[in-house]
């Protein structure tokens, strides 16, 4: 067991050095049913730094010190899958083991251990409900192979929960298995799963995937030969950052395409801005200029046969400069979106309605039982005052 913890904890150890695609597939269960309905599909890169998983948007240009949470702001969210549950287990000090016998798990030998740790200030299972959140207690199981002592599988139940989360059971399970990522092998979750049931009867469930892992590394070489002529290169004028004032209008055209079928929280957005945004007499933003973000939330079912899209621009860019994109909402063109924008429908109007909820990001309406938002689908946004404490641009 010694040899195996110590296995287990160098591999843990080096899962910090790489980031991966997360992708989450949400479902729901009714009180009354077997069975759980899809309700969104989110994607979004987890890496592990100082033992707290970071998260940024597919394509950001950083990880945020911020809860998942904070990031997928509707629905049931989980995180500590990609590597925080899995270092209180193997890393915390008031965990306690006991032996559980060899077994065949799907066709391969193993060995399993039991284990159970209490409510864990640091690095402990963090579970929030609408309700409220705690650190709870944890008990379960973890698999290793008894040859190479890699970890298999680790299972946990939520052990004494609060009842003011209203919560009857909350249940994990992460598979691990070896990647090859660069010149090395490591050992990363695969695939986790984490189900919660409630008093009602009602359950949430996560099927988390992990792909397209890949390793950040830093290279240095030294040289002993005399240096040659360097060419003469044109350097790149400084690109200039730009604080847009509150108030402005901009009307913009998304060059992405939105299909309710294959779209998912977290997928890029593009889009361009159509007519030349003025401040004072002067051009602050020209025509042209390329906007990036995300899709925010994709909720079926927001009222009975439509659909919420929340979206989120971060950022604004056009030849040598860029801006931070913050800004709300106000208007869809009625003429040019309703071009762009087909439903599917039984016996209803087409239509999109706004509203916003959440500052920075703009939830539309769609109603129908399905949709698609064709490229030069036209919004019109406000931007707004940064809100005070808000982190400044990392160049």
């Known amino acids: 067991m010694a040899r195996t913890m110590e296995k287990i904890q160098q591999d843990m150890t080096g899962i910090p050095n790489y980031t991966c695609l997360e992708t989450i597939g ?6 009354h049913s077997r069975s759980f309905k899809p309700v969104d599909t989110v994607r979004l890169e987890v890496s592990s730094v100082d033992g707290k998983e970071l998260f940024a948007w597919p394509g950001g240009r950083r990880f945020e010190d911020q809860d998942v949470t904070s ?10 899958v990609f590597a925080g549950f899995a270092r209180t287990v193997f890393f915390a000090s008031r965990v306690s083991l006991q032996y559980g016998g060899e077994e065949n ?5 193993s060995v399993r251990y ?3 740790f209490p409510p864990l200030m640091d690095g402990g299972w963090n579970i929030q409900t609408g309700t409220g959140s705690a650190i709870v207690a944890a008990k379960g199981s973890f698999w290793f192979d008894p040859t190479s002592l890699d970890l298999i599988r680790l299972d946990a139940h939520a052990d004494d929960i609060p009842v003011r989360l209203h919560l009857d059971e909350a249940v994990i399970r992460i598979d691990f298995a070896r990647a090859h990522i660069g010149n090395s092998d490591a050992l990363l979750p695969k695939r986790s799963e984490l189900t919660m049931t409630f008093f009602t009867g009602e359950a949430a469930r996560d099927v988390i995937e992990f792909a397209q892992c890949r390793e950040y590394a830093s290279e240095s070489t030294i040289s002993f030969e005399a240096p040659s002529a360097p060419l003469a290169e044109v350097p790149k004028p400084p690109v200039r950052e730009v604080d847009l004032p509150a108030g402005l209008l901009v009307p913009v055209e998304l060059d992405t395409a939105i299909d309710s079928k294959t779209a998912s929280v ?7 801005v159509v007519e030349e945004v003025r401040y004072k007499g002067d051009v602050v933003v020209p025509r042209g200029a390329a906007l990036t973000g995300h899709i925010r939330s994709l909720d079926r079912d927001a009222s009975p046969g439509s659909f919420a899209v929340g979206i989120q621009f971060s950022e604004v860019a056009w030849e040598g400069a860029r801006a931070r994109f913050y800004a709300e909402l106000v208007d869809l063109n009625r003429k040019s979106a309703g071009a762009h924008l087909q439903t599917h429908n039984e016996g209803g109007a087409s239509k999109a309605r706004i509203e916003s909820e959440t500052p920075g990001v703009g939830v539309f309406y769609i109603d129908g039982t399905g949709f698609r938002t064709a490229p030069g689908f036209h919004m019109l946004w406000r931007t707004l005052a940064r809100p005070a ?3 400044p641009r990392q160049r």
């Open 71 to 80: 990031m997928v702001s509707s629905g049931f969210r989980g995180n500590g």
């Open 105 to 109: 798990l799907a066709g391969r030998g």
């Open 266 to 272: 977290g997928d890029p957005l593009h889009a361009r």
């Open 114 to 116: 039991d284990f159970h």
């Open 26 to 31: 949400r479902s729901h269960r009714d009180p």
């Open 389 to 391: 404490g808000a982190a």
